[in-house]
């Protein structure tokens, strides 16, 4: 008898999984915003001031990440500072190369003047954490190889001040830049400096409800079905949203006094659902005397900087993401 697989999960039009253990990531949401998971072939050839290459960093594992560079200016001797990038999904979904990362990060590699490292993260359910925390430390440590020159990458090496490297991630991106920045507090990284870290709308929850997730509204690109679900999926077996690497503010994770972390700059969406677990992050950060800025977006939701749609056409969200990319930039420029 031929077993027919059965849906086990579904996680609002991003993905579904079946009892035979596969999971389709097939988009069944609304076909206008589907070009936004669409990815975009690297080139090498400067469109719009930007290259991008993507290149594999272990062969073993077969990591990936995509490389953006902008473009040289020949007057300018002047080293670029590196942006380590994860992207956000829950852990679950979305990769370096998808057009509504491909939009914002060209954007940022430009004004930011810095080459963006984004990485291909390994995704669960398939590959549940610290899967994806390993990888951006795996990443992390490949920069270490490149600047202590026992490995090589033209773009990297011609052009990156290793002195300047920043980690940066949105949502569940965001929880592997405190992860990595706590990891990489522990080892020698030189010659390479880590310079900082700036968590953007990162998903830090807690196993109980906050005010917010009760009051907030929810937006397409967070809804408390994907925090749940996405979560459940993308946790070690067992655990629950008290979990270090989703709640590094509760009492199951290492104490903040005890890690030695760059400087953080934590962004925070006025309107996310996941604000005031953010907030928390934020309070227990300065009471354990870690240098952490914030930055808050007015009146914007989660992640709001990656939907295309509404930069193009809402002048509020245009306006807050010239703000965001602005702050950033001033934190780079001062560490």
Same mark, same amino acid.
């Given at each position: ?69 902008? +473009?040289?200016?020949?007057?300018? =001797?002047?080293? %670029?500072?590196?942006?380590?990038? *994860?992207? /956000?999904?829950?852990?679950? #979904? ?120 009760? +009051?907030?509204?929810?937006?397409? =690109?967070?809804? %408390?079905?994907?925090?749940?679900? *996405?979560? /459940?999926?993308?946790?070690? #077996? ?98």
């Amino acid at each position: 008898m031929v077993h027919q697989i059965k849906l086990v999960d579904e996680v609002s039009g991003w993905l579904r999984r079946y009892d035979d253990g596969s999971v389709d990531r097939t988009w069944t949401g609304p076909p206008q915003v589907k070009f936004m998971a669409d990815p975009v072939p690297a080139h090498q050839d400067f469109i719009d001031g930007i290259a991008t290459r993507d290149v594999t960093i272990h062969e073993n594992s077969g990591l990936r990440v995509r490389i953006y560079l902008p +473009e040289p200016n020949p007057e300018d =001797f002047h080293k %670029l500072p590196v942006i380590l990038h *994860f992207h /956000g999904g829950g852990f679950c #979904i979305s990769q370096a190369d998808w057009f509504m990362y491909y939009h914002i990060y060209t954007r940022f590699a430009k004004s930011l003047h810095a080459i963006c490292v984004s990485v291909y993260l390994r995704p669960a359910p398939e590959h549940r954490l610290p899967a994806a925390c390993d990888d951006g430390f795996s990443a992390l440590l490949w920069l270490r190889s490149l600047a202590q020159g026992r490995s090589s990458e033209p773009w990297l090496n011609d052009y990156a001040d290793f002195n300047r490297v920043f980690l940066i991630g949105d949502s569940s991106g965001g929880n592997i830049v405190h992860e990595v920045a706590a990891r990489a507090g522990q080892v020698d990284l030189s010659p390479l400096r880590l310079a900082g870290g700036i968590p953007v709308h990162p998903g830090f929850v807690r196993s109980t409800r906050s005010k917010s997730e009760m +009051e907030q509204p929810e937006s397409p =690109f967070l809804t %408390l079905d994907m925090v749940d679900k *996405f979560l /459940g999926l993308a946790l070690p #077996i067992g655990c629950n949203k008290d979990h270090p690497i989703t709640c590094p503010m509760g009492a199951a994770a290492p104490s903040l006094d005890s890690l030695n972390l760059p400087p953080v700059l934590l962004c925070v969406a006025e309107m996310d659902l996941i604000k005031d677990t953010e907030m928390e992050y934020y309070e227990a950060m300065k009471k354990a005397n870690k240098d952490v800025e914030l930055l808050i977006s007015r009146g914007m939701g989660h992640s709001f900087y990656l939907n295309k749609l509404a930069l193009d056409m809402d002048y509020h969200t245009a306006e807050q993401t010239t703000a965001l990319i602005e702050g950033i930039k001033d934190f780079i420029h001062k560490h």
